[in-house]
Nanobody
Framework: QVQLVESGGGLVQAGGSLRLSCTAS????????MSWFRQAPGKEREFVAT????????YYADSVKGRFTISRDNAKNTVYLQMNSLKPGDAAVYYC?????????????????WGQGTQVTVSS
């Protein structure tokens, strides 16, 4: 399995921006499609964005489309999530996940490897 470590979370005011990073180790990073999910207290983990191995295919949840951007740097074994125009409803623990197969609208069950999560808090 690939090991994943997220970073970049924090407290931001509504309308602000954050960039999350997820660095992988243990396997060939470019063999994996990468995704971001989030989970707010009392809610199920939900899909945010996904990117295939070379960045040629990207999909977003409707709730973040136009505000969030997923990207990856295979030379650095890292996937990013640039989050702009943050809203209080974006507050959650954000997780990155890796899969051998690209799925346009994945569910958590599609992923074999997860990071520990990074907290994003948005104040109104």
């Amino acid at each position: 399995q690939v090991q994943l470590v997220e970073s970049g979370g924090g407290l931001v005011q509504a309308g602000g921006s954050l960039r999350l990073s997820c660095t992988a180790s243990g396997r060939t990073f470019s063999d994996y499609a990468m995704s971001w999910f989030r989970q707010a207290p009392g809610k199920e983990r939900e899909f945010v964005a996904t990117i295939n191995w070379n960045g040629g295919r990207i999909y977003y949840a409707d709730s973040v489309k136009g505000r969030f951007t997923i990207s990856r740097d295979n030379a650095k074994n890292t996937v990013y999530l640039q989050m702009n125009s943050l809203k209080p409803g974006d507050a959650a623990v954000y997780y990155c996940a890796a899969s051998r197969f690209f799925i346009a609208t994945p569910t958590p069950a599609d992923f074999e490897s997860w990071g520990q999560g990074t907290q994003v808090t948005v104040s109104s």
